[in-house]
C-alpha cells in the first residue's frame, strides 16, 4: 500500500517538530485472512479476522517471496499462500496520499471487522484502503445457481483477478510484476481454493 516512503521526525531551528518524508525503499504490506479455515458453506458468513501488517525491506522481497506469511501458530495466515505473489501493481502516490492510505489500513485493522469470504475478504480490504485515495471499482456480481442458491444470496465482491485489473486502470500505474491484465474468474470458482493462479 505504501510506495517506499517513511517519514523521519525533525526538530526545526524554532523548536516546532514537523514531518520529513525521506524515500528508504521499504514498503508496508497488509492482508486479511479468516482466523480459522472458512467452510465451503461460509461464503457469506462473518468469522473471525487476522489482520497483519508489515514492512518490506526491498522490492525483490515483495516480488520474490511470500510475504503473506503470517508465521502465527495455528492461524490460516501462517504459512501464508506458498508462493510470491502472481501479480503486483504499483500505484504512484504522494507523501500525503500514503499517510491516507496507512491510517486508512490502522482504522481498519482497528476495527477488527469479521472476516467474510463475500463482504470482507483480502480483495475488498484492499480496495477500501486504495479507495481512501483513488477510486476504483473491482466489484464482481456473485449469481449463485442450482444448489448453490440454498448456500449464497446474490452478492457483490471484490476478487483478485478483478482488483488487479483495476489498479492498473489507475492514472499512473504500472505493474511491477504480471501482465498486463489477467481473467476476472467467477469468485465461486476462487473461494475455498487453495493457492489460486490467475
Do not use: H
Amino acid at each position: 500500500m505504501r510506495v517506499g516512503t517513511d517519514c523521519k521526525s525533525a526538530l526545526s531551528s524554532v523548536g516546532y517538530i514537523r514531518a520529513i518524508w525521506v524515500k528508504d525503499g521499504t514498503m508496508t504490506y497488509y492482508d486479511l485472512w479468516p482466523d480459522q479455515p472458512v467452510g465451503q458453506t461460509e461464503l457469506q458468513t462473518g468469522v473471525k479476522a487476522d489482520y497483519n501488517g508489515k514492512v518490506i525491506k526491498s522490492l525483490n522481497d515483495l516480488k520474490f517471496t511470500d510475504v503473506s506469511k503470517s508465521g502465527e501458530r495455528g492461524k490460516v495466515s501462517q504459512n501464508g499462500e506458498g508462493r510470491s505473489a502472481d501479480g503486483i501493481v504499483k500505484l504512484t502516490t504522494t507523501s500525503g496520499q500514503d499517510a491516507i492510505a496507512k491510517a486508512k489500513a490502522a482504522g481498519e485493522i482497528a476495527g477488527n471487522k469479521d472476516y467474510n469470504g463475500c463482504y470482507n475478504n483480502c480483495s475488498t480490504f484492499a480496495q477500501r484502503v486504495i479507495n481512501s485515495v483513488f477510486n476504483i471499482n473491482a466489484s464482481q456480481p456473485i449469481r449463485p445457481s442450482g444448489m448453490l442458491r440454498a448456500l449464497y444470496n446474490d452478492a457483490n465482491t471484490v476478487a483478485p483477478n478483478n482488483l488487479y485489473n483495476a489498479a492498473l486502470k489507475v492514472k499512473g500505474a504500472t505493474s511491477i510484476k504480471g501482465p498486463s491484465s489477467v481473467t476476472a474468474k467467477p469468485y465461486l470458482e476462487y473461494f475455498g481454493k487453495r493457492n489460486r493462479t490467475p
